[in-house]
């Protein structure tokens, strides 16, 4: 039997769609278990198959591996990133049939663009970049990777302070893609053919999660009003940059759930249930969003509000633990000593 932990709520202005009684069950919020302390802006978050986590860290281009009750170990430098601003070692995720191939993709700024690229933990000197040419800047780069419930990779790519790219269907920026494990676009489920765009009218997505029947979600980074949880449909425009927020308009497709950019600018999102979490970065707080199994979301709850700091990543484990990372040491927030952190909290 599960039980509800509810921390620091409180009651804020948000817009929400489809709104219905939040009942989700929560793990344990209030038993942390600290995992990594000292760590550099870790971004990207994955699981292995024997249940330890692989960690990026965004300014020393290192992937850790971590597990509970042990000293983090790096396993690989990702060659090639140079971090700047926002830019760095981002996203990660582990391939899923990791235990036939043993890939580990990450999301990385060059010294001239964003890549994704494959690498071995044993050979890490030598990754094979699958997809280059994604706009960088010091801004809104993006970079969340995973893997969906299809097989295959999906990336939410930053409009790199340009907005003219989120509409603009020959650029891959600002947008939500789907591809293949080799970076290729994928034979049948793409909108548009010949392309790897998914989605587009993003500003700057950097969580993705999907539900149990397949539903994609993603967490967005509004500019000055709101902040958004959208869901995903494939070929749909949200509106960026002519729309931020809700438009009432039926050329975009209007979020689920907005907030005021101070209560969130969120960042990773993971599901657990019928649960959306979303990380929020200026908000400190992890938010708690009930999915209504429609692929709309009921009322969201504020945890652990101010508590952690600035929240950037926020993953299911494979055990049904939630794991937060902190982002104190960004250049935006006020570390503490042992900072920056990975926590974990069982569940229930």
């Given at each position: 039997m ?19 009684p ?44 971590l ?10 430098t ?32 060059a ?6 690229a ?5 050979a ?13 800047a ?9 893997f ?17 790219n ?22 049948t ?19 993705l ?47 689920i ?92």
């Amino acid at each position: 039997m599960r039980r509800k932990v509810v921390i620091g709520l409180v009651t804020l202005s948000l817009t929400v769609a489809g709104a219905v009684p939040a009942s989700a069950a929560e793990p344990d919020f209030g038993n942390p278990q600290v995992v990594a302390t000292g760590l550099t802006v870790p971004w990207g978050l994955d699981f292995l198959p024997d249940g330890s986590a692989l960690v990026a860290e965004r300014d020393s281009a290192r992937i850790l591996r971590l597990r509970p009750g042990s000293a983090p170990v790096a396993v690989a430098t990702v060659p090639g990133v140079r971090p700047s601003g926002e830019g760095g070692l981002l996203g990660l995720a582990v391939s899923p049939t990791y235990a036939d191939d043993g890939y580990v993709y990450v999301y990385f700024t060059a010294a001239t663009d964003n890549r994704i690229a494959r690498l071995h933990l044993d050979a890490p000197a030598q990754p094979e970049v699958i997809l280059s040419g994604l706009a960088k800047a010091s801004i809104h780069d993006g970079g969340r990777i995973a893997f969906g419930p299809d097989g295959m990779l999906y990336a939410g790519v930053g409009d790199a302070s340009n907005t003219a790219n989120s509409q603009n269907p020959d650029s891959l920026n600002g947008k939500v893609l789907r591809m293949r494990p080799d970076g290729g676009v994928p034979e049948t489920g793409n909108p548009f053919p010949g392309s790897l765009v998914y989605t587009l009218g993003h500003r700057n997505v950097q969580g993705l999660a999907w539900d149990g029947d397949g539903r994609m979600y993603v967490a967005e980074l509004g500019q000055n009003t709101w902040d958004e949880v959208n869901q995903i449909v494939p070929g749909d425009n949200y509106g960026w940059p002519i729309v931020e927020g809700r438009a009432g308009d039926a050329r975009f497709h209007d979020p689920i759930v907005t907030w005021s950019t101070a209560d969130a600018s969120p960042s990773g999102a993971t599901i657990d249930g019928d649960t959306l979490y979303v990380a929020a970065l200026r908000g400190t707080r992890l938010w708690s969003v009930p999915l209504d199994g429609a692929g709309g979301a009921g009322t969201p709850v504020a945890l652990l509000q101010g508590v952690y700091g600035r929240l950037r990543t926020v993953e299911r484990a494979p055990d049904g633990a939630v794991w937060l990372t902190t982002s104190n040491r960004d250049g935006r927030g006020t570390p503490a000593t042992d900072d920056d952190r990975v926590l974990r909290f069982p569940p229930s």
